[in-house]
C-alpha cells in the first residue's frame, strides 16, 4: 500500500519507512543482545529456541525511525545445520518489505570451516547479490582490552578478511556488556546508512533472490492471495477471544502458521513443475536422437540441441545470475 508514498510525500515517507536490521548468526553469538543494544532496552531474551519465530521491536535512534528483527540461531552442535539455517531464512517474511541490511553476528573469534559452509547456505538462499546488504558484527568488544578491532582484523587469516570484504557495509564491534555506550550504536547505524547508499537506498527485496527461490516466493504470495478471505476469518475469530498485546501475539501466529504451510505448499509445486519440464525435455531429446537415426537430414540435431538447452536451462541461468548486472537500479523497490 505505501509502494508510492515515498514519491508522493518524500517527506512523510521518510518519517515512516524504518530503517530494517535483521540479526543473523549462530546460537549464542549475541544476536539478542546486540538487538538489545542497538534498541538502548531489554527487547530481545536470550533464550530464543528454533522454531520460535523472529521477533521485531522498534526505536527512533536520533530521527532514524530503526526497526530489528531477531531471529533464533543457526546451531552449532547440530551436524544437519542445513535445515536449521533455511527454517531461518524462509522466515524473512514477503507480505512486509526486506530487509535494508542484514548483520550478521559473529563473536570475536577466528572464522571456522563451519562459519564458511553457513555463509554458503545464506548465499544459496538469498543469491549472491545478498552480501551487499550484510554487515559483520563481531561481540564481546570488551575482550579486546588494549587493543582495537582493527588489530584483530589486521592480524586475522586471509579467509575471514576476504569475506569481510566481500560485505558491503564492512564490519563493526559491540560490547554489549556496555550496552549505554550509544556511541557505538551511532557509528553501526552510520555504517548501515552507507551501505544503504551504496545499494540505492533499496532494501533486500523479491527481485533479488536466486530464480527458483523467486519462484517459489511469487507462488507462496499466490496461494497467501487465495486465502486472503480464510486468514480475514481466522482474524475475527481470534478478536473475539483475545485483546492487545495478545491478540496481536496470537495474530502473528496464525499468519506465521499460514505463510509456513503456503511455502510448503509452493515448494512441492515448483519442485514438481521442473521435473515435469525437465521429463519432457528428455522426451524430446529421444525423439531427435532416434530421429538423427533414421533420417540423414540436419533438423534433428536441432531438436537434440534445442532440448540440451531445455533441460540444461536452469543451470545455465544460475550462472548467469552470478554475474552481477549494472541495471539493477532501475528497478522498484525501497
Ligand atoms: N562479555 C560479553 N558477553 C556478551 C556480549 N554479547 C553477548 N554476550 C553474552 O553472550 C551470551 C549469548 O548472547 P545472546 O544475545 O543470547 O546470543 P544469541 O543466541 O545470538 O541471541 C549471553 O550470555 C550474553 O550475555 C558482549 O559483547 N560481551
Ligand atoms: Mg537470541
Given at each position: 500500500p505505501c509502494d508510492n508514498l515515498h514519491k508522493l510525500w518524500p517527506q512523510l515517507w521518510m518519517t515512516y519507512k524504518p530503517l530494517r536490521i535483521m540479526l543473523l548468526g549462530k546460537c549464542g553469538a549475541g544476536k539478542s543482545s546486540s538487538g538489545n543494544t542497538i534498541l538502548g532496552r531489554h527487547v530481545f531474551k536470550s533464550d530464543m529456541k528454533l522454531g520460535a519465530v523472529p521477533i521485531d521491536a522498534g526505536k527512533n535512534f536520533k530521527d532514524v525511525p530503526v526497526a530489528v528483527i531477531d531471529t533464533p540461531g543457526f546451531f552449532e552442535k547440530d551436524r544437519n545445520n542445513n535445515l536449521n539455517v533455511q527454517e531461518v531464512l524462509k522466515s524473512v517474511t514477503l507480505q512486509e518489505d526486506g530487509?535494508?541490511?542484514?548483520?550478521?553476528?559473529?563473536?570475536?573469534?577466528?572464522?571456522?570451516?563451519?562459519?564458511?559452509?553457513?555463509n554458503a547456505l545464506i548465499e544459496t538462499?538469498?543469491?549472491?547479490?545478498?552480501?551487499?546488504?550484510?554487515?559483520?558484527?563481531?561481540?564481546?568488544?570488551?575482550?579486546?582490552?588494549?587493543?582495537?578491532?582493527?588489530?584483530?582484523i589486521t592480524e586475522s587469516d586471509d579467509n575471514?578478511?576476504?569475506f569481510i570484504r566481500k560485505c558491503g557495509g564492512g564490519f563493526h564491534v559491540f560490547n554489549n556488556k556496555n550496552?549505554?555506550?550509544?556511541?557505538?550504536?551511532?557509528?553501526?547505524?552510520?555504517?548501515?546508512?552507507?551501505?544503504?547508499?551504496?545499494?540505492?537506498?533499496?532494501?533486500?527485496?523479491?527481485?533479488?533472490?536466486?530464480?527458483?527461490?523467486k519462484k517459489i516466493r511469487e507462488r507462496q504470495i499466490s496461494i497467501l492471495t487465495e486465502r486472503a478471505n480464510e486468514i480475514s476469518r481466522k482474524e475475527k475469530g481470534l478478536e473475539e477471544h483475545y485483546k492487545g498485546e495478545e491478540l496481536e501475539k496470537q495474530r502473528k501466529a496464525v499468519v506465521r502458521k499460514i505463510e509456513t504451510e503456503a511455502r510448503l505448499?509452493?515448494?512441492?509445486?515448483?519442485?514438481?513443475?521442473?521435473?515435469?519440464?525437465?521429463?519432457?525435455?528428455?522426451?524430446?531429446?529421444?525423439?531427435?536422437?532416434?530421429?538423427?537415426?533414421?533420417?540423414?537430414?540436419?533438423?534433428?540435431?536441432?531438436?537434440?540441441?534445442f532440448s540440451l538447452l531445455w533441460i540444461f536451462s536452469e543451470e545455465l541461468t544460475s550462472i548467469s545470475?552470478?554475474?552481477?548486472?549494472?541495471?539493477?537500479?532501475n528497478k522498484k523497490n525501497e
Open positions: 530487509p535494508h541490511a542484514f548483520v550478521l553476528v559473529v563473536p570475536i573469534a577466528r572464522m571456522t570451516q563451519e562459519d564458511q559452509d553457513t538462499m538469498f543469491g549472491p547479490r545478498v552480501w551487499h546488504y550484510t554487515i559483520v558484527l563481531f561481540t564481546h568488544g570488551d575482550l579486546l582490552n588494549e587493543s582495537t578491532i582493527n588489530d584483530v575471514l578478511r576476504n550496552s549505554q555506550d550509544q556511541d557505538q550504536v551511532t557509528s553501526f547505524i552510520a555504517k548501515i546508512q552507507t551501505m544503504m547508499a551504496l545499494n540505492g537506498g533499496r532494501c533486500y527485496g523479491a527481485d533479488l533472490y536466486p530464480k527458483e527461490e505448499a509452493a515448494e512441492k509445486e515448483t519442485k514438481r513443475n521442473s521435473k515435469i519440464w525437465k521429463i519432457l525435455g528428455y522426451i524430446l531429446l529421444i525423439v531427435g536422437i532416434c530421429l538423427a537415426v533414421g533420417l540423414q537430414s540436419l533438423w534433428p540435431i536441432v531438436v537434440i540441441v545470475e552470478k554475474i552481477p548486472r549494472p541495471h539493477e537500479k
